[in-house]
């Protein structure tokens, strides 16, 4: 199952990253930009009474993550992009990262299953060249076989 995943994020974040370079004009336009993986990307700089007042950054960050909503939704992006908001040290500035999701794409977890499926066919293979060395096992298959 993790193969099947595995693939169909690549598969989302390519068409992704392809929607984005074939409007880049569009995103440029709305000051939003892609890195060389394919994400979208701008900076939210606040404004004056935005940081005068303790409580409104929120609020206003959401404001402005609806405006880039709506640029999503003409790419027909919005349901397979997340964002992400990171306030960047020393400034009163945020950077939104808009990505696919990416569960399956770790390196550790690639690791993983492919240890277990080099591991688990190597068993395979093993077994099998036991079993079909043993006359006993192959009368007894033989055996099986007439009743199926």
Not at 31 to 47: A, E, K, M
Not at 54 to 66: A, C, D, F, G, V
Not at 77 to 97: A, N
Request: proline letters at 4%; zero cysteines; hydrophobic letters at 45%.
């Amino acid at each position: 199952m993790y193969w099947i995943n595995l693939w169909r994020e690549i598969m989302i974040w390519r068409m992704v990253k392809k929607v984005a370079n074939q409007n880049q004009d569009l995103l440029k336009e709305n000051n939003l930009r892609i890195d060389w993986v394919g994400r979208i990307y701008t900076v939210f700089n606040l404004p004056q009474e935005v940081i005068e007042t303790p409580n409104t950054r929120e609020p206003w960050l959401s404001s402005q993550l609806k405006l880039v909503d709506d640029i999503l939704i003409q790419l027909n992006l919005s349901d397979v992009v997340y964002p992400e908001f990171t306030q960047i040290e020393g400034t009163d500035s945020y950077l939104l990262v808009l990505y696919p999701e990416t569960e399956y794409i770790n390196i550790t977890l690639f690791v993983w299953n492919l240890i277990k499926w080099i591991g688990g066919g190597y068993v395979l293979v093993v077994l099998f060249r036991v079993l079909s060395s043993n006359p006993k096992v192959l009368e007894f298959f033989s055996q099986i076989s007439k009743y199926l």
